[in-house]
């Protein structure tokens, strides 16, 4: 199976980081970055801010590349994907994610309260290495 190229979206304000609950496939129930697949003719930054948009209903600019990572999925078949992660900073700082798409459910969540959900996995890791939790 080709690996397919997915994106995600690393919001955090306020202390708190955007999460969504996803609602089908392997990963229901499991919460994790806004993110998905990158369309035909779309670029990067443009597949993140779709895809956070169709995730939680808001609307965020793009800052910068934080990193990368793999995902294969243990039967060698459901799935392969290189996910490319960015920080992105939400435009209505006032606006309460509201979950569609996949997601059954998307929240502002606390950073020091991470540890209480059941996140993808790695998912804590790569935001300690990338340094998207840096001075929080």
């Known amino acids: 199976m080709q690996p397919l190229v997915a994106v995600g979206a690393v919001a ?30 779309e670029t990067l930054h443009e597949a993140v801010v779709r895809e956070v948009a169709e995730e939680t209903g808001l609307r ?15 039967d060698g078949h459901t799935g392969h994907f290189v996910i490319l992660d960015f920080a992105v900073t939400p435009l209505d700082v006032d606006a309460e994610p509201s979950a569609g ?14 540890s209480e959900y059941r996140l993808a996995f790695g998912l804590l890791d790569f935001l300690e290495e990338s340094g998207a939790l840096d001075g929080l």
Do not use: K
């Open 60 to 74: 965020v600019a793009v800052d910068g590349f934080l990193g990368w990572v793999e995902r294969i999925h243990p």
């Open 12 to 41: 955090i304000c306020d202390g708190a980081i955007l999460l969504v609950r996803r609602g089908q496939g392997p990963a229901a129930g499991v919460w994790s970055v806004p993110g998905g697949r990158v369309e035909l003719g």
């Open 101 to 114: 798409d996949d997601a059954d459910e998307a929240a502002w969540v606390p950073v020091e309260e991470l």
